[in-house]
């Protein structure tokens, strides 16, 4: 009704299992989700989980409680999350663990010609008796300067910083590594079958045997796709 701010509400439950080829249960999962649109054009989701994973010869067991929101606040932008809390297997170590996982996204058409994107990923890992296994943050940034319908310019920077625990790993780890991507690219559309694309991009890199962040890699290219369709 005209009353109620929410528009729809829907829920949903599933159950799957997945075998190898000898018959073993590789995965078995049961779902429950809550799904509820509003306005803003939002959408919001609350699902918990109960799950059997195999790995390394071990049947794991575990629980999870899933978020997810999306919404548009204004036209032209939308800001969207999702979230995990719960257990989650240690593949480094073959042991279950506490995951909290938070994803955050946005896109914001600015104006006719720039348009900016964002990723972010925030995990942190601890062991079932408390002590933290690790901590990672990985980002995606993203500006595009749109010339005309046949022509635009994108910065993109990507990084990624984990922080670990060594004293908790079976193997030896590095207790900090951060890696970072950047790229520059032009594209210019000559005609609906034919793209050129040139750009710059390079890698940086630090662990615990460097001092600081270390470029790693230079490259410029370019680039001409051609899409050809045969008549028939």
């Keep these: 009704t005209e009353d109620n701010w929410w528009s729809r509400m829907r829920v949903d439950a599933d159950w799957d299992i997945t075998h190898d080829e000898d018959g073993r249960v590789l995965e078995r999962e049961v779902e429950a989700e809550f799904y509820i649109n509003g306005p803003m054009q939002s959408h919001m989701e609350i699902g918990v989980g109960k799950s059997n994973l195999l790995y390394d010869d071990v049947m794991f067991e575990g629980t999870n409680v899933t978020l997810f929101a999306e919404f548009q606040p204004r036209g032209g932008l939308v800001i969207g999350t999702w979230s995990r809390f719960g257990d989650q297997v240690d593949f480094s170590n073959t042991r279950l663990g506490d995951e909290s996982r938070i994803e955050f996204w946005t896109r914001w058409n600015i104006n006719r010609n720039w348009l900016l994107r964002y990723d972010g990923t925030f995990v942190t890992l601890d062991t079932e008796e408390g002590p933290n296994i690790f901590d990672a943050a990985v980002h995606d940034l993203r500006l595009t300067w749109h010339f005309s319908v046949r022509s635009f310019l994108r910065v993109t920077t990507q990084w990624q910083d984990v922080k670990r625990n060594q004293d908790v790993y079976v ?62």
């Design 171 to 232: 193997d030896t780890v590095d207790a900090r590594e951060r890696d970072v991507g950047r790229q520059l690219l032009y594209s210019y559309k000559i005609n609906p079958q034919t793209v050129f694309f040139l750009g710059y991009s390079d890698a940086l890199l630090d662990d615990d045997s460097l001092t600081g962040l270390t470029t790693t890699d230079r490259t410029w290219f370019m680039k001409i796709g051609y899409a050809w369709t045969p008549d028939l």
